[in-house]
């Protein structure tokens, strides 16, 4: 046996994986498997101008049972607009004392000691989605929350926004899923150069973005999670583009 072979031999340094007591997010539910992997944990955005459908995509993905109906232990809603929007009030009918018209830090930090305090084999998944963000600040709790959103068992951490950029690097960096729906020349062109080196680079990226959203109430839904990644007009299968294309 050479020097190197004893080497390796005395000292193996294969990395090895952590062992788990617990495997993933508690499910309560199937989903459907185009949908983002809340069994992981998804940090998911919505990006569209007003009046283009958000609120009614908001809606089916947590009301409709084809979606996200009944696969969580409790949603969380918080909208600047949650009095005033026609939308909350289908959400404060759903999720009563769960939605909240203001960006209350206080309360995000209780609701996620809840889950910490919880045991971990008892802890139900939970959706929490942040929408209309308005005076956010950028290392405001409710960003900080995609890095570590996993951890408290929060199986969908959704952000609603007019623009990608209301929502800071931290937050962009930890996307997995998007669906982008009416937006300007310009903002496209930011998404693009963001989000596009897997999808083909920004030409591509723009190509099918026109093809998915022809008018308004579309969406281009982007899985960045899986691989390979997908883009799909709305949710129609098959994909438009795969990243192996």
Known sequence: MSDQED???QYDLTVLPVKKTISGIKQLRPVSPILPDISTGACCAIVSTPKSGKGNLI??????????RDAFQDVYVF?????SDQTCKRLHDAFPGCVYDHFDERKLQQIIDFQDNTPEEERGPIAIIIDDMVGIKPN????KLSCSYRHHSIALLLYSCQRLKQVPPVVRSNITNMWLGVVSPTE???IAEEFSEDFGGEENFARHYRTAVPERYNFMY?????HPRKLYKNFQQ????TSDD
Not at 59 to 68: E, G, V
Not at 140 to 143: C, D, G, K, N, V
Not at 222 to 226: E, F, K, N, V
Not at 238 to 241: D, V
């Open 222 to 226: 982007i899985d960045r999670d899986r």
């Open 238 to 241: 098959p994909p438009m583009y």
């Open 79 to 83: 909208s600047s607009t949650a009095k």
């Open 140 to 143: 405001s709790l409710f960003m």
């Open 7 to 9: 080497f390796e031999k």
């Open 188 to 190: 496209l062109g930011r």
């Open 59 to 68: 809606m089916n993905l947590l009301l409709n049972s084809n979606f996200y």
